[in-house]
């Protein structure tokens, strides 16, 4: 019996060390008494404090701070962030210095139509409205038709993690449409609305989905005809829209470090003898790697497909200003895509504000023909390499302020060259 009570005796205390263990190590945690924001001169910080994950009064996560900053640098108001703890008995204030960007941008960018006529965009955005981490602008094209366009989105209008995005459309252009190895040229137009949640569920991975309706006009203009293709077309069409982000990035002013990869579906549906419904997805992966001080190399690979109706309306285009660059304007169209875009950006100069950056680049792509089989994307018939060099002029202050150009050279058989011209990095 006596050992009984000693071995009882023994397994109480063991009990009651484990609770007085669990108890200090319970005090021990540190919790976060205040989180005071520097910097901040445009920005509301009660904005910042419902977007970050680390709370006061909770338990200080030094992890989750560390990726709070990361969500700061990814904004479009914040061009750099970091921060100190000061921690006294267990209780910690935590200040988060901000270096804000200049968020009203002017948009003034000039290139050429499939006709080589020189046309212009002018616009503007707030990408800072009201301190909120809203985004507002608005554009005015000219390219031998009127177009404009205008945009607003709230990612935590709602909470830290919905919001919405709202736009509206009036785009007209001339574009080629390809068939039986010819081509015309058409006055198209898009007038659409669109409406998107969302969601950021949390760090890394973001939904957007909501649906668009617009309406598309062709007209017949010069080129070859066809009694399956039509002069006119007007046409009202629905899309239903999801993008899923996965985003791994880590920004330092002009370097990105990490992975990223978006992916995009759509369904569009409509009601005309010559489109039926389709379904059209692709997916963006991205890869970025620091080399040293100065370097950074950037990857983009894309590869998409949509419904392959044997239709001169294909969705993927081959564009200069898309994914290669030197190949053209719209020089083709297809319903399946693989392109590989890689480049070395390395900074010749820098000086407080400003950047120079110079690239070398490789761009390859191939195509699904319409009504084509997966086949087409081996057929060296429809694979096209260009490679060139670039500079980039980049504003540190001033948020997306990248000027770039680019030559682009192609090494595939009856390849073109070319300049080609933007506001902000090529992807």
Known sequence: MKNINTHLSFFKIIILALFCLSINSYSQEKHIEKITFLGAKKTKTQVLKKILTSKENKVLDSIVLKEDIIRLKRLPAISNAYFKTSCSNNKCNIVVTIEENFTIIPEVNFHKTINQKLAYRIGVGEYNFLGRNITLGGFYQ???????????????????????????????????????????????????????ALYQHDFKHQFQFGINFFKEKYNYLNGSTSSDVPTELSVDKKLLKLIYTFDNLDYHYQYIN????????????????????????????????????????????????SSNDNTPFAPFALDNNVNLRGVGILVDRGTGSIVLNTEYRYTLYEKKWF???????????????P?????????????????????????????????????????????????????????
């Open 142 to 196: 000219y390219n031998g038709f009127d177009s404009y366009g205008i945009n607003f989105k709230a990612p935590t209008l709602f909470s830290a993690k919905w919001g919405v995005s709202l736009s509206h459309q009036n785009w007209t252009s001339e574009e080629p449409l390809y068939f039986d190895s010819e081509s015309a040229n058409y006055t198209y137009q898009n007038i659409s609305y669109e409406a998107l």
């Open 258 to 305: 990490g992975l990223k990869n978006e992916f995009h579906a759509q369904y569009v549906t409509s009601e005309n003898e010559y489109q039926n419904d389709f379904l059209i997805f692709w997916n963006d992966f991205f890869y970025f790697k620091r080399l040293g001080k100065k370097g950074n190399w950037a990857n983009r690979l894309r590869f998409g497909l």
């Open 355 to 369: 950047v120079l950056q110079g690239n070398v680049f490789t761009d390859v792509g191939t195509w699904r023909k």
């Open 371 to 427: 009504g084509g089989a997966l086949s087409d994307f081996i057929d060296s018939d429809n694979v096209r390499m260009y490679s060139g060099i670039g500079l980039r002029f980049i504003n540190k202050k001033i948020v997306n302020a990248v000027f770039r150009i680019d030559y682009g050279h192609g090494l595939t058989k009856n390849a073109s060259k070319g300049f080609v011209f933007g506001i902000g990095q090529y992807f």
